[in-house]
């Protein structure tokens, strides 16, 4: 089945304004943040239609100019052939005509959403899981801010049979709506119920507290998280956005509008740091990553834990 976009969708999408991106290939080369666990990110969508969602303001992926060509960060694209742009580098990479395969650690998606709402009609993610089916890589986070996600739980089951597989969404807070910013992608509270359905179906699942965000009830949303996933990865701007001290994040204002809501506290590393502790008491130390290192805790160098159940 081919995954090209249909021309009905190609009307809505430049309607929308928004471009057709002809790929030969959809898999890039990791380096820096991912490099350690990843060998390959994955993105069907170019530019991110959460950009005016909550996470949009902290977005690391709006600091590239690779992808935003200096535009305003938002959804700039779909691209055209992502299943058969998928198979073409599979093939290449663990079908070659001379030498050994190479390893093949996927991290889906570093600078989109995987379930943007034009995923609903277009299926670009979907249709590359379609074709992991018969191609799986060694090892692939599906990685989101939507529950959307949900829709493809048949698939993903079968797909978690055939590689080391995490359903990964990010709840970086508890509070339905955080005063002074944006609403969420999708209520925090639906993504861990998404989290538990995927956990009881089997599927390994992590919750990334990326970047921690103000909590109303820590404890309660500690207990949550124990009853939801098998894993958390716990992390703040100050570390995270790949500039020293955070200050890619500092310059889109988003410390300053957390502190003019009364939440000036979370901007400091040792409210991370306090947060860890209680996950760690709640869901055990082996159950509560950190930083780099926790996002990169797959495959060979997935060192310090196991998903326990
Ligand atoms: S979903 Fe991800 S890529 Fe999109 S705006 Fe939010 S943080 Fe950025």
């Keep these: 089945m081919s995954s090209d976009i249909r021309a009905a969708d190609e009307t809505t999408l430049a309607e929308a304004g928004l471009l057709l991106v002809d790929n030969a290939s959809i898999l890039t080369p990791t380096s820096g943040f991912l490099a350690p666990g990843y060998t ?10 959460f950009a005016g969602a909550l996470c949009g303001t902290y977005c690391y992926a709006q600091h590239n100019r690779w992808i935003t060509g200096g535009k305003p960060w938002g959804l700039y694209g779909a691209k055209r052939r992502a299943r058969e742009a998928y198979k073409d580098d599979y093939d290449r990479i663990k079908k070659p005509r001379r030498g ?14 995987p379930y943007l709402p034009q995923e609903r009609t277009l299926r670009l993610t979907r249709s590359i899981l379609e074709e992991m089916i018969t191609r799986p890589p060694d090892v692939l986070v599906i990685q989101s801010h939507h529950t959307m996600v949900g829709r493809d739980i048949d698939l993903i089951a079968d797909l978690s049979s055939l590689c080391e597989l995490w359903l990964s969404l990010t709840v970086e807070t508890d509070m339905a709506r955080v005063p002074g910013l944006p609403p969420h ?5 639906r993504r861990l119920s998404t989290l538990q359905t ?14 921690l965000l103000p909590l109303a009830d820590p404890s309660a949303f500690a207990r949550a998280l124990e009853a939801s996933c098998d894993r958390v990865i716990l992390d703040h701007h100050t570390i995270g ?22 939440f000036g506290e979370w901007n400091s590393l040792d409210k991370m740091h306090e947060i860890r502790d209680l996950l760690a008491e709640v869901l055990g130390e082996s159950r509560v990553l950190v930083g780099c290192e926790g996002f990169n805790a ?10 326990s159940r």
């Design 198 to 211: 995927f956990r009881a179906r089997g599927i390994p699942t992590q919750a990334t507290l990326s970047p």
């Design 185 to 189: 992608a999708s209520p925090p509270s």
């Design 298 to 307: 797959v495959g060979d160098t997935r060192a310090r834990t196991e998903p």
């Design 241 to 262: 956005d790949g500039s020293p001290g955070g200050w890619r994040t500092r310059r889109t204002g988003f410390p300053d509008r957390l502190a003019a809501a009364g």
């Design 40 to 49: 390959h990110t994955i993105n069907a969508y170019r530019g991110c239609a």
């Design 100 to 113: 050994a395969p190479g390893p093949l650690r996927i991290y889906m998606s570093s600078s989109t959403d």
